[in-house]
């Protein structure tokens, strides 16, 4: 486990200085802090769509397609999509989440957004808001179909805190029947880069990884650092370090620190895969996008009757 962003110093709900303001639509929660950083989250998979940040809140941190479906009618390309209860194409058969869509439910279902709630830490001179928005999944809220592929009563939680230079995404799955069930989770977050080939990725050193693209075998990752000069699809597990970081023309540009997750793939599409995905546009897209998703993803977390479980990541922007 990571730490939590630490305690504010001093709470002060009722402070005189400018609150952070949320705007609620009929399917879209927008958060903005006083000084500019923002927040837009989809009720459609509670799938981030935009992260903001840096000076007044000008630099956008995601990527995000420009023929992503908005309308509730499939996954989001690009944001965070959720990926719950089943990473990837579910196993052929023999598991209980056999029958679900690849990356399961999560993103593909509307979500309830149940509310906020804001801080402000003060320091000698300084005053700091973060503001939380929670949105829930139930199982009684699935379509039928979902619900009958996955007949398992569950309730989710997922907890979205933007901070001055970072968001946090945390979920809490609570298994609210009597049988237990097993659950893959993932964070698909498409962080935006400026440009692929002056990226590197480290914190992944001395980690196995299955390699999607070139044999679907494990390899042992042994260099310290990762360069994309084509299509990955990579699934890190059991990662030693807490953060994967990201530089960018030799500068750090994003940390990505995960909670309670031993697991991240590395995606990007590349040339062909992206121009074969009718929703991924530009078609050089991949040139400004690289997925670091956070997950646990190799082999399943299992949940009792009542029991519940925890995990998340806090992304760092760090312009
Ligand atoms: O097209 P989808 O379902 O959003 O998936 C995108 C990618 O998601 C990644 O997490 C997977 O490792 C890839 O194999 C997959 O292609």
Redesign the pocket.
């Known amino acids: 486990m990571v730490d939590r962003p630490s305690r504010p110093s001093a709470i002060s709900p009722t402070a005189a200085g400018p609150q952070p303001q949320v705007d609620v639509s009929d399917d879209k929660v927008t958060a903005r802090l006083p000084t500019g950083e923002s927040v837009e989250v989809l009720l459609h998979g509670a799938t981030v769509i935009s992260w903001k940040s840096g000076s007044k809140g000008n630099t956008e941190n995601l990527w995000l397609s420009e023929a992503a479906v908005l309308d509730g009618s499939k ?1 989001v ?1 690009g944001g965070v ?1 959720v ?1 719950f209860p089943v ?2 194409p579910p196993p052929k058969s023999g598991h209980a989440t056999s029958s679900l869509p ?2 399961g439910f999560a993103r593909n279902s509307r979500w309830e957004y149940l509310g906020k709630s804001s801080t402000e830490s003060t320091g000698d001179n300084t005053s700091e808001n973060s503001i939380k928005l929670d949105f829930g999944l139930y199982s009684s809220a699935l379509s039928d179909t979902f619900r009958k592929a996955w007949p398992y009563d569950f309730g989710v939680v997922y907890s979205v805190t933007l901070g001055k230079d970072s968001l946090q995404t945390m979920m809490n799955v609570r298994n609210e029947g009597k049988e237990g069930f097993e659950f893959q989770v ?1 964070l ?1 977050t498409y962080l935006r880069v400026k440009d692929i080939s002056k990226c590197q990725i480290t914190g992944l050193a001395g980690t196995t990884y299955t390699d ?1 693209v070139l044999d679907a075998k494990d390899h042992s990752s042994t260099s310290p650092s990762l360069s994309i000069t084509g299509e990955v ?1 990579r ?1 890190y597990k059991s990662i030693k370090q807490s953060t994967t970081s990201v530089q960018e023309d030799g500068k750090s540009r994003f940390d990505v620190v995960r909670d309670n997750l031993e697991d991240t ?1 590395v ?1 990007n ?1 590349w040339i062909e ?1 992206a121009k074969g ?1 009718g929703d991924f546009k530009p078609d050089d897209g991949y040139k400004n996008m690289l ?1 670091v ?1 956070v997950g646990a993803v190799d082999g399943w977390q299992k949940l009792e009757g009542g029991e519940s479980w925890e995990g998340g990541q806090i992304m760092k922007s760090l312009l």
């Open positions: 996954p390309r999509p990926v990473f990837g690849q990356h993932l698909h999607k699809d699934v793939v995606w599409p895969k995905m997925c998703e």
